[in-house]
Nanobody
Framework: QVQLEESGGGLVQAGGSLRLSCTVS????????MGWFRRAPGQEREFLAS????????YYANSATGRSSISRDNAKNTVYLKMNSLKPDDTAVYYC?????????????????WGRGTQVTVSS
């Protein structure tokens, strides 16, 4: 059974940084594009960043550009999202997802598999 498990969330002060991890099992990880999304309270899930199968291509939403960095380690079946200069508006549940399709994969429907999410809370 395919599993995506996020970790690294928690409580952080405004201006701080976090690195989220997502470890994937039972999937040919290096054959899938990976993405990060988030859902803030009362809002729809929002695309943040994606990375190609090899890791050579990255794509970011405007809200993530300049403050976030996506990376992957295919030997560890893990994708990462580093976020800097966090703001209270970044408080959300963060999800990773795996998919195969047209680049860049920015919509929910571009992804087949999803993790359960990890909570990130940014205090002011």
């Amino acid at each position: 059974q395919v599993q995506l498990e996020e970790s690294g969330g928690g409580l952080v002060q405004a201006g701080g940084s976090l690195r989220l991890s997502c470890t994937v099992s039972a999937l040919a990880f290096d054959s899938f594009q990976m993405g990060w999304f988030r859902r803030a309270p009362g809002q729809e899930r929002e695309f943040l960043a994606s990375i190609s199968e090899s890791g050579y291509r990255e794509y970011y939403a405007n809200s993530a550009t300049g403050r976030s960095s996506i990376s992957r380690d295919n030997a560890k079946n893990t994708v990462y999202l580093k976020m800097n200069s966090l703001k209270p508006d970044d408080t959300a549940v963060y999800y990773c997802a795996a998919g195969q399709g047209t680049w860049p994969p920015v919509t929910n429907t571009a992804y087949t598999y999803w993790g359960r999410g990890t909570q990130v809370t940014v205090s002011s």
